[in-house]
């Protein structure tokens, strides 16, 4: 089992950047690809981006393309998420997840979650 905690949340004006960490414990994170996704207040939770276990391959959805890169460092067990050109509408809880299946761009294809980090983008 591995437990995941996020950081590197904040208050950022539109346009600007954060990274956000993820941190691993328990089973080392090579063992998983690994996903970020987020939840707006009254939405779904929804897939931002998915890598595989080395980090030679990853995936966006549309809407961050261009923006927003994952990276992982099995080494120091934690995955990152640079989000770049932020926008009001990129506010949300920002949650990683381990894989436990190949449904990498589905809330039910991960088996373990943190606890979330609020990101606000203000206007």
């Known amino acids: 089992q591995v437990q995941l905690v996020e950081s590197g949340g904040g208050v950022v004006q539109a346009g600007g950047s954060l990274r956000l960490s993820c941190a691993a414990s328990?089973?080392?994170?090579?063992?998983?690809?690994m996903g970020w996704f987020r939840q707006a207040p009254g939405k779904e939770r929804e897939f931002v981006a998915t890598i595989n276990k080395s980090g030679g391959s990853t995936y966006y959805t549309d809407s961050v393309k261009g923006r927003f890169t994952i990276s992982r460092d099995n080494a120091k067990n934690t995955v990152y998420l640079q989000i770049n050109s932020l926008k009001p509408e990129d506010t949300a809880v920002y949650y990683c997840a381990a894989a436990i299946s190949l449904l990498l761009t589905s809330v039910k294809g991960y088996g373990y979650w943190g606890q979330g980090t609020q990101v606000t983008v203000s206007s």
């Open positions: 328990g089973r080392t994170l090579s063992d998983y690809a």
